[in-house]
């Protein structure tokens, strides 16, 4: 199963619902979700912080449909890159093997989480490896704005663990936090303090607006950082933009946090395919392929993995 057959249960499950919702047939429905994922190219083209109506389902809908997989697989990619720690190669993906020959739990916290991308990231990377422990719990608080995400996350959920569960041993136990960067509110916070051992920072930090909002997240984060002194930190986004590698560094700097790796991702040869394959009733009334999907090789994404000093 490839991360493109995860899109398709998702989507399968959902339009239905939506264009119901909506007085839409299906056919008018994926032309709106084309429309939307040219609103949202637009969005990220232009100068400053895009606004997008992720509460719009059709507007998720065209999220999952052309983005999820993309993100999925870099943040797959970015566990697995080795970087010299005291002279010896090391990845977030094997720090993370290591601690489960010590607890069955990982602990992760996602900002800007959206479907809950960098669940299935985190499960294909770890489906795809021997697990000391059985059944390994991947307990993940998903901390975003957009409450109204919750239909197509939990739809999202359900086909990872169709997929990683039983036949991976991977159980799931997910929670939502409602966040906003530019409202920082103190009493919803505790639960963002509890210990973790991983952060995910997906493709959000494009998305802040301004300084202030910077400031704010690093006023979090590094109290965060405090309950978590031994947590890795990796935070991912689009590759190309001073802006987004700007407020990656005053985020990694603010927070108190020391960069140990830095590096650049190409996209995915092959995925052309396997999209036309899997979204094949999706691709022709969209009229759009997935992103990441026709320039195999150009650099897609750059990350940052740090840690408390
Ligand atoms: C591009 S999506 C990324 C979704 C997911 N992490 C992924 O990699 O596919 C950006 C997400 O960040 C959230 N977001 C953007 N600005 C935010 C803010 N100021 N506070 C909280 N969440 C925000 C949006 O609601 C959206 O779900």
């Given at each position: 199963m490839n991360l493109f057959d995860t899109v398709r249960e998702v989507l399968d499950r959902r339009a239905p619902e939506v264009a119901r919702s909506r007085g839409l047939s299906l056919e008018e429905l994926y032309r709106q979700m084309g429309n939307s994922i040219d609103v949202m190219l637009a969005e990220w083209q232009r100068e400053g912080a895009p606004s997008i109506p992720y509460h719009d389902p059709v507007f998720q809908l065209a999220y999952v449909y052309s983005h999820v997989a993309m993100n999925a697989h870099l943040l797959d990619e970015a566990l697995r890159c080795e970087f010299p720690i005291k002279g010896r190669p090391v990845s977030v993906g094997s720090a993370l093997l290591n601690l489960l020959k010590k607890t069955d739990r990982l602990r992760i916290c996602t900002?800007?989480?959206?479907?809950?991308?960098?669940?299935?990231?985190?499960?294909?990377?770890?489906?795809?490896?021997?697990l000391p422990h059985i059944p390994v719990e991947l307990d993940v608080l998903h901390m975003d704005r957009v409450d109204q995400w919750a239909p197509s996350s939990k739809a999202l959920q359900d086909s990872i663990e169709s997929q990683?569960?039983?036949?991976?041993?991977?159980?799931?136990?997910?929670?939502?936090?409602?966040?906003?960067?530019?409202?920082?509110?103190?009493?919803?916070?505790?639960?963002?303090?509890?210990?973790?051992?991983?952060?995910?920072?997906?493709?959000?930090?494009?998305?802040?607006?301004?300084?202030?909002?910077?400031?704010?997240?690093?006023?979090?984060?590094?109290?965060?950082?405090?309950?978590?002194?031994?947590?890795?930190?990796?935070i991912i986004d689009r590759f190309g933009d001073d802006r987004t590698q700007a407020n990656i560094s005053s985020l990694v700097a603010g927070a108190g946090l020391q960069p140990l790796a830095e590096d650049t991702l190409p996209n995915y040869v092959g995925f052309d395919e396997h999209a036309k394959t899997s979204l094949r009733q999706y691709v022709n009334v969209i009229g759009r392929m997935p992103r990441g999907s026709r320039f195999g090789g150009k650099k897609e994404a750059q990350f940052v993995i740090a840690q408390r000093p």
């Open positions: 900002f800007g989480s959206g479907p809950g991308t960098e669940l299935l990231g985190l499960s294909r990377f770890l489906g795809s490896k021997w990683f569960g039983r036949k991976r041993k991977l159980a799931f136990s997910t929670s939502f936090l409602p966040w906003n960067a530019s409202k920082p509110d103190v009493a919803s916070q505790t639960r963002a303090l509890e210990e973790r051992h991983l952060f995910l920072f997906s493709y959000v930090v494009s998305e802040l607006l301004d300084q202030a909002e910077l400031d704010a997240v690093s006023g979090l984060l590094s109290q965060m950082v405090r309950a978590s002194p031994h947590a890795v930190f990796l």
